[in-house]
């Protein structure tokens, strides 16, 4: 074999290699420069110091996901509270219109754990934050009544859990209205599982909803898996308040949450997109 003929294949087997590592560096180009990229980046930056609850930098997360909803055309209400060791706390709430008065709130709390300081707290819950903005920069015209809501101090604070959520579900005047929650909590870890989760009250709508959804959805991922109030977050005041709850997330065993492996490269932005797209089509049928 010639010492061309060498060099030729040298070429083709070096085009090949670089060919597949661009394919895989374009495909975070992609999502780095999607939105659901840039808002994952910039919540897991290390400016933001984990997003722990009740510091500066998860002031300055609340901040940020303020501004952003303004440039996808909002106007957010900011909910401030103090729970106990008087902690200020700050819900973030968007309220859209819809043709029926009946009222569904999506949620996803933003700030970190105890410890999150040492990790970006990017499964934990900016995955679920991603979705829900990404659902805000969707949604468009809703036939019931919505609001998004994100959630502070869903993370133990003072032994206290689920803050926000139960700050908001004591003081909503709609509380009658209130249809069902659905919850965003560590729905973007890079696997193949989502898992679909509701309470009682609504499990055959909920199957019902899934089933037609999943008829012209195929994504790449497992068969959304139907399990019930699978672990404790911000849809547990909900469902003590007599209020229907389902939600995503694809823990079924927490193995890196509230650990230093909790970073943003865990996270598959087209999981994030996908649950935007498929809660957003849920809603024709819930």
Request: proline share 2%; charged share 20%.
């Amino acid at each position: 074999m010639s010492y061309g003929t060498n060099i030729l294949r040298f070429l083709g087997l070096l085009i090949c290699i670089l060919t597949i590592s661009c394919s895989k560096d374009n495909t975070l180009q992609i999502s780095v420069n999607s939105d659901e990229g840039i808002w994952l980046q910039e919540l897991t930056s290390p400016k933001y110091n984990g997003r722990k609850t009740g510091t500066i930098e998860c002031t300055m997360a609340k901040d940020y996901i303020v501004e952003e909803l303004y440039k996808l055309g909002y106007t957010p209400k900011v909910q401030t509270f103090n729970f106990k060791d008087s902690i200020t706390m700050n819900n973030i709430i968007v309220d859209i219109p819809g043709e029926i008065d009946s009222l569904v709130i999506i949620g996803a709390h933003y700030d970190g754990a105890v410890a999150s300081k040492y990790y970006q707290a990017a499964t934990d819950n900016a995955s679920g934050v991603v979705a829900l903005l990404s659902i805000a920069k969707h949604i468009g015209h809703s036939k019931f009544r919505t609001k998004l809501c994100f959630w502070d101090g869903e993370e133990s604070t003072s032994n206290l859990v689920f803050n926000g959520s139960k700050y908001f579900v004591n003081s909503e005047v709609d509380k009658h209205r209130i249809r069902w929650y659905c919850n965003l909590d560590c729905c973007g870890r890079l696997n193949d599982d989502i898992y679909l989760y509701y309470s009682q009250s609504i499990q055959d709508l909920c199957s019902n909803a899934y089933e037609l959804v999943s008829t012209y959805d195929n994504p790449n991922f497992n068969i959304l898996k139907k399990i019930q109030n699978n672990r404790g977050s911000d849809y547990v005041p909900f469902m003590n308040a007599g209020i229907p709850i389902w939600g995503w997330n694809d823990c079924s065993t927490l193995k890196f949450n509230h650990t230093i492996d909790d970073r943003q490269d865990k996270v598959s932005i087209s999981k994030i997109q996908y649950i935007s797209t498929i809660t957003l089509k849920m809603l024709q049928f819930l």
